[in-house]
Protein backbone atom coordinates (compact mmCIF):
# COMPACT_ATOMS: atom_id res chain seq x y z
CA UNK A 1 0.00 0.00 0.00
CA UNK A 2 2.07 3.12 -1.22
CA UNK A 3 1.16 6.54 0.02
CA UNK A 4 0.99 8.67 -2.82
CA UNK A 5 2.91 12.42 -3.14
CA UNK A 6 0.49 15.15 -4.81
CA UNK A 7 1.72 18.02 -5.94
CA UNK A 8 -0.76 21.11 -5.06
CA UNK A 9 1.47 24.42 -6.57
CA UNK A 10 -0.55 24.27 -9.33
CA UNK A 11 -3.96 25.42 -7.63
CA UNK A 12 -3.89 28.82 -8.21
CA UNK A 13 -2.86 29.16 -11.40
CA UNK A 14 -4.91 29.55 -14.76
CA UNK A 15 -4.18 25.81 -15.42
CA UNK A 16 -7.80 24.35 -16.53
CA UNK A 17 -6.99 21.07 -16.20
CA UNK A 18 -5.11 21.55 -12.64
CA UNK A 19 -7.97 21.25 -10.09
CA UNK A 20 -9.06 18.21 -12.78
CA UNK A 21 -5.67 16.49 -12.05
CA UNK A 22 -5.54 16.93 -8.68
CA UNK A 23 -9.13 15.52 -7.70
CA UNK A 24 -8.14 12.76 -9.43
CA UNK A 25 -5.17 11.56 -7.37
CA UNK A 26 -6.89 12.38 -4.39
CA UNK A 27 -9.94 10.42 -4.66
CA UNK A 28 -7.27 7.51 -5.52
CA UNK A 29 -4.88 7.83 -2.52
CA UNK A 30 -7.91 8.29 -0.09
CA UNK A 31 -9.94 5.23 -1.86
CA UNK A 32 -6.18 2.91 -1.12
CA UNK A 33 -5.13 3.65 1.85
CA UNK A 34 -6.71 6.73 2.84
CA UNK A 35 -3.35 8.72 3.28
CA UNK A 36 -1.40 11.05 0.92
CA UNK A 37 1.63 13.42 0.97
CA UNK A 38 1.20 16.64 0.15
CA UNK A 39 3.53 19.01 -1.35
CA UNK A 40 2.95 22.94 -3.21
CA UNK A 41 0.36 23.32 -0.08
CA UNK A 42 0.74 27.30 0.80
CA UNK A 43 1.69 26.87 4.25
CA UNK A 44 4.17 29.32 5.80
CA UNK A 45 7.40 27.99 6.36
CA UNK A 46 8.31 30.36 9.03
CA UNK A 47 5.57 30.28 10.71
CA UNK A 48 5.55 25.96 10.95
CA UNK A 49 8.80 26.41 12.22
CA UNK A 50 7.86 28.90 14.31
CA UNK A 51 4.99 26.52 15.68
CA UNK A 52 7.21 24.05 16.52
CA UNK A 53 9.89 26.20 18.24
CA UNK A 54 6.77 27.39 20.90
CA UNK A 55 5.98 23.56 21.10
CA UNK A 56 9.89 22.62 22.46
CA UNK A 57 9.67 25.60 25.04
CA UNK A 58 7.04 24.76 26.07
CA UNK A 59 7.15 21.43 26.45
CA UNK A 60 10.02 21.94 28.30
CA UNK A 61 8.70 23.66 31.30
CA UNK A 62 8.23 22.42 34.61
CA UNK A 63 5.58 20.41 35.31
CA UNK A 64 3.96 23.42 37.49
CA UNK A 65 4.03 25.56 34.57
CA UNK A 66 2.50 22.99 32.09
CA UNK A 67 -0.28 22.52 34.64
CA UNK A 68 -1.25 25.82 34.65
CA UNK A 69 -2.86 25.64 31.48
CA UNK A 70 -4.37 21.62 31.55
CA UNK A 71 -7.17 20.25 29.49
CA UNK A 72 -10.14 19.68 31.72
CA UNK A 73 -13.05 18.87 29.08
CA UNK A 74 -13.40 17.12 26.04
CA UNK A 75 -16.09 19.60 25.28
CA UNK A 76 -13.21 22.48 25.49
CA UNK A 77 -10.92 20.43 24.07
CA UNK A 78 -8.51 22.85 25.00
CA UNK A 79 -4.92 22.90 27.05
CA UNK A 80 -1.77 20.61 28.06
CA UNK A 81 -2.46 16.72 28.71
CA UNK A 82 0.39 15.12 30.67
CA UNK A 83 2.20 11.75 29.56
CA UNK A 84 -0.72 9.05 29.33
CA UNK A 85 -3.26 11.42 29.68
CA UNK A 86 -4.83 9.79 26.27
CA UNK A 87 -5.49 6.45 25.47
CA UNK A 88 -6.26 5.79 22.05
CA UNK A 89 -5.73 1.96 21.71
CA UNK A 90 -7.12 0.93 25.15
CA UNK A 91 -5.56 -2.76 24.23
CA UNK A 92 -2.39 -1.05 24.95
CA UNK A 93 -0.26 0.53 27.28
CA UNK A 94 -2.18 4.72 27.85
CA UNK A 95 0.59 6.89 25.22
CA UNK A 96 4.11 7.94 25.88
CA UNK A 97 3.05 11.39 24.65
CA UNK A 98 1.95 14.60 25.74
CA UNK A 99 0.33 17.06 24.07
CA UNK A 100 -1.22 20.99 23.42
CA UNK A 101 -4.92 20.56 21.86
CA UNK A 102 -5.88 23.82 20.91
CA UNK A 103 -10.16 23.50 19.59
CA UNK A 104 -10.96 26.87 17.35
CA UNK A 105 -7.77 28.61 18.12
CA UNK A 106 -8.39 31.80 16.67
CA UNK A 107 -11.92 32.19 19.56
CA UNK A 108 -10.73 30.54 22.39
CA UNK A 109 -9.61 33.85 24.95
CA UNK A 110 -8.39 31.40 28.04
CA UNK A 111 -5.74 28.90 29.40
CA UNK A 112 -2.93 30.06 26.74
CA UNK A 113 0.37 29.48 28.27
CA UNK A 114 1.55 33.19 27.24
CA UNK A 115 0.86 35.96 24.88
CA UNK A 116 4.18 34.44 22.34
CA UNK A 117 2.70 31.18 22.53
CA UNK A 118 -0.87 32.19 21.42
CA UNK A 119 0.08 34.52 18.62
CA UNK A 120 2.19 31.79 16.94
CA UNK A 121 -0.32 29.13 17.23
CA UNK A 122 -2.98 31.13 16.11
CA UNK A 123 -0.90 32.23 13.28
CA UNK A 124 0.12 28.76 12.35
CA UNK A 125 -3.49 27.75 12.46
CA UNK A 126 -4.59 30.24 10.09
CA UNK A 127 -2.62 28.61 7.64
CA UNK A 128 -3.05 25.60 8.12
CA UNK A 129 -6.78 26.41 7.54
CA UNK A 130 -5.68 28.31 4.49
CA UNK A 131 -4.60 24.91 3.10
CA UNK A 132 -6.86 22.60 4.31
CA UNK A 133 -9.69 24.63 2.50
CA UNK A 134 -7.41 23.72 -0.85
CA UNK A 135 -7.69 20.41 -0.29
CA UNK A 136 -11.17 20.41 1.24
CA UNK A 137 -11.99 21.56 -2.35
CA UNK A 138 -10.16 19.31 -4.16
CA UNK A 139 -11.80 16.56 -2.14
CA UNK A 140 -15.44 17.75 -3.07
CA UNK A 141 -14.99 17.79 -6.74
CA UNK A 142 -13.90 14.53 -6.42
CA UNK A 143 -17.06 13.81 -4.77
CA UNK A 144 -18.81 15.49 -7.59
CA UNK A 145 -20.07 18.30 -4.80
CA UNK A 146 -19.78 22.10 -5.52
CA UNK A 147 -16.06 23.41 -4.72
CA UNK A 148 -17.08 25.06 -1.04
CA UNK A 149 -19.31 21.96 0.01
CA UNK A 150 -17.06 21.28 2.77
CA UNK A 151 -15.21 24.27 3.22
CA UNK A 152 -18.88 25.82 4.02
CA UNK A 153 -19.16 22.90 6.67
CA UNK A 154 -15.79 23.49 8.62
CA UNK A 155 -16.41 26.86 9.81
CA UNK A 156 -13.79 26.16 12.80
CA UNK A 157 -16.03 25.30 15.74
CA UNK A 158 -13.99 21.89 15.67
CA UNK A 159 -10.75 22.95 14.20
CA UNK A 160 -8.33 21.99 16.50
CA UNK A 161 -4.14 22.62 16.66
CA UNK A 162 -2.39 20.08 18.30
CA UNK A 163 1.00 20.03 19.40
CA UNK A 164 2.36 16.94 20.18
CA UNK A 165 5.71 16.10 22.05
CA UNK A 166 7.00 12.11 22.20
CA UNK A 167 10.38 12.28 24.99
CA UNK A 168 12.86 10.81 24.75
CA UNK A 169 14.77 8.41 27.05
CA UNK A 170 11.91 6.84 28.59
CA UNK A 171 12.26 3.27 28.32
CA UNK A 172 8.86 1.22 27.18
CA UNK A 173 7.92 -0.90 29.44
CA UNK A 174 6.52 -3.12 27.44
CA UNK A 175 7.01 -4.36 24.46
CA UNK A 176 3.22 -3.34 23.57
CA UNK A 177 3.72 0.20 24.41
CA UNK A 178 3.22 2.60 21.90
CA UNK A 179 3.88 6.62 21.60
CA UNK A 180 0.32 6.95 19.99
CA UNK A 181 -1.91 3.50 20.03
CA UNK A 182 -3.72 2.57 17.12
CA UNK A 183 -6.38 5.08 16.45
CA UNK A 184 -8.35 5.80 13.11
CA UNK A 185 -8.78 10.03 12.97
CA UNK A 186 -12.25 11.14 14.57
CA UNK A 187 -13.57 13.95 11.54
CA UNK A 188 -12.83 14.94 8.29
CA UNK A 189 -9.54 15.42 7.05
CA UNK A 190 -6.12 14.88 9.31
CA UNK A 191 -2.80 17.33 8.25
CA UNK A 192 0.08 16.21 10.22
CA UNK A 193 3.24 17.88 10.24
CA UNK A 194 7.10 16.18 11.22
CA UNK A 195 9.71 17.56 12.02
CA UNK A 196 12.71 15.52 10.83
CA UNK A 197 11.92 12.16 13.90
CA UNK A 198 9.63 9.63 11.88
CA UNK A 199 7.49 7.18 13.77
CA UNK A 200 4.18 7.17 12.13
CA UNK A 201 2.80 3.99 10.94
CA UNK A 202 -0.34 2.85 8.91
CA UNK A 203 -1.89 -0.27 8.29
CA UNK A 204 -2.20 -2.04 5.31
CA UNK A 205 -5.09 -4.22 4.68
CA UNK A 206 -3.34 -7.18 5.34
CA UNK A 207 -2.44 -6.16 9.00
CA UNK A 208 1.17 -5.12 8.24
CA UNK A 209 2.69 -1.83 10.04
CA UNK A 210 4.21 0.40 7.56
CA UNK A 211 6.26 3.18 7.98
CA UNK A 212 5.37 6.83 7.14
CA UNK A 213 8.38 8.36 5.93
CA UNK A 214 9.49 12.03 6.82
CA UNK A 215 9.72 13.99 3.88
CA UNK A 216 10.63 17.37 3.57
CA UNK A 217 8.07 19.78 2.84
CA UNK A 218 5.75 17.02 2.90
CA UNK A 219 2.26 17.38 4.60
CA UNK A 220 0.63 13.75 5.43
CA UNK A 221 -3.13 13.89 5.02
CA UNK A 222 -5.39 11.25 6.11
CA UNK A 223 -9.05 10.70 6.19
CA UNK A 224 -11.10 9.97 9.23
CA UNK A 225 -14.20 8.35 10.65
CA UNK A 226 -16.62 11.13 9.42
CA UNK A 227 -15.36 11.12 5.87
CA UNK A 228 -15.64 7.77 5.37
CA UNK A 229 -19.11 7.99 6.22
CA UNK A 230 -19.87 10.87 4.21
CA UNK A 231 -18.46 9.09 1.06
CA UNK A 232 -19.89 5.77 2.37
CA UNK A 233 -16.94 3.91 2.79
CA UNK A 234 -15.42 5.41 -0.33
CA UNK A 235 -12.52 7.12 1.49
CA UNK A 236 -10.69 5.00 4.55
CA UNK A 237 -10.37 5.84 8.07
CA UNK A 238 -6.55 4.01 8.03
CA UNK A 239 -5.37 2.66 11.72
CA UNK A 240 -2.30 4.63 12.48
CA UNK A 241 -0.16 4.46 15.44
CA UNK A 242 3.25 6.19 16.20
CA UNK A 243 6.40 3.70 17.84
CA UNK A 244 7.92 5.09 21.03
CA UNK A 245 10.52 7.85 20.67
CA UNK A 246 14.05 6.41 20.80
CA UNK A 247 15.93 6.73 23.89
CA UNK A 248 18.18 9.37 22.43
CA UNK A 249 16.09 11.76 20.12
CA UNK A 250 12.30 13.14 21.34
CA UNK A 251 9.58 13.63 18.37
CA UNK A 252 7.79 16.17 17.85
CA UNK A 253 4.87 16.19 15.79
CA UNK A 254 1.28 19.07 15.09
CA UNK A 255 -1.69 17.73 13.54
CA UNK A 256 -4.14 19.84 12.40
CA UNK A 257 -7.39 18.04 12.95
CA UNK A 258 -10.57 19.10 10.70
CA UNK A 259 -13.55 18.23 11.97
CA UNK A 260 -17.32 19.54 10.71
CA UNK A 261 -18.98 22.34 12.86
CA UNK A 262 -21.18 20.27 15.58
CA UNK A 263 -24.28 20.40 13.96
CA UNK A 264 -23.38 19.10 10.56
CA UNK A 265 -25.61 16.29 9.43
CA UNK A 266 -23.56 13.44 7.85
CA UNK A 267 -25.22 11.50 5.97
CA UNK A 268 -24.06 9.45 2.91
CA UNK A 269 -23.20 11.58 -0.30
CA UNK A 270 -25.52 11.44 -3.42
CA UNK A 271 -22.46 10.38 -4.94
CA UNK A 272 -21.31 7.40 -3.18
CA UNK A 273 -24.72 5.77 -3.05
CA UNK A 274 -26.41 4.06 -5.42
CA UNK A 275 -28.76 1.12 -6.13
CA UNK A 276 -25.52 -1.42 -6.12
CA UNK A 277 -23.97 0.27 -2.90
CA UNK A 278 -27.30 1.71 -0.60
CA UNK A 279 -25.72 3.84 2.47
CA UNK A 280 -24.29 1.77 4.94
CA UNK A 281 -24.18 4.14 7.55
CA UNK A 282 -27.12 6.09 9.70
CA UNK A 283 -26.99 9.69 9.32
CA UNK A 284 -25.37 11.12 12.33
CA UNK A 285 -24.01 14.63 13.64
CA UNK A 286 -20.58 15.59 13.55
CA UNK A 287 -20.45 17.20 16.90
CA UNK A 288 -21.68 14.26 18.93
CA UNK A 289 -19.78 11.42 17.25
CA UNK A 290 -16.40 13.47 17.87
CA UNK A 291 -17.19 14.46 21.35
CA UNK A 292 -18.09 10.88 22.07
CA UNK A 293 -14.87 9.71 20.52
CA UNK A 294 -12.36 12.62 22.19
CA UNK A 295 -14.06 11.51 26.01
CA UNK A 296 -13.43 7.11 25.23
CA UNK A 297 -10.05 8.09 24.96
CA UNK A 298 -9.92 10.03 28.17
CA UNK A 299 -11.93 7.80 29.94
CA UNK A 300 -9.41 4.98 29.07
CA UNK A 301 -6.50 6.74 30.24
CA UNK A 302 -8.76 7.23 33.52
CA UNK A 303 -9.15 3.87 33.60
CA UNK A 304 -5.79 2.42 33.76
CA UNK A 305 -4.60 4.69 35.92
CA UNK A 306 -6.84 3.94 38.41
CA UNK A 307 -5.63 0.09 38.00
CA UNK A 308 -2.15 1.02 38.12
O1 LIG B 1 2.44 12.03 15.88
C1 LIG B 1 2.02 11.57 14.83
O2 LIG B 1 2.78 11.36 13.88
C2 LIG B 1 0.57 11.18 14.62
C3 LIG B 1 -0.36 11.59 15.70
C4 LIG B 1 -1.77 11.15 15.43
O3 LIG B 1 -2.02 10.22 14.71
C5 LIG B 1 -2.89 11.89 16.03
O4 LIG B 1 -2.62 12.76 16.88
O5 LIG B 1 -4.04 11.61 15.68
FE1 LIG C 1 -4.15 10.14 14.30
Not at 161 to 188: I, K, N, V
Not at 254 to 272: G, K
Request: proline residues 5%.
Amino acid sequence: MAIPTIDFSCFDSADPCCLEQLASQVDQALRNSGFMMITGLAIDERSQAQAFESAKQFFALPAVDKDNSRYTNSGDNFGYQQLQGEHLDPTAPADLKEAFTMRDAINQRNHWPNTEFRTSAQSFYQQCMFGAQQVLTVMALALELPGDFFNQRHLGENITLRYLHYPASLQPCSERQLGAGAHTDYGTITLLFQHGVSGLQVQDKQGNWLDVPCIDNAIVINTGDLMHRWSNGRYRSTLHRVKPASTERPRYAIAFFVDPDSDIAIECLPSCVSEQQPARFVPTTAGQHIQDKIQASLDAANAAKEYS
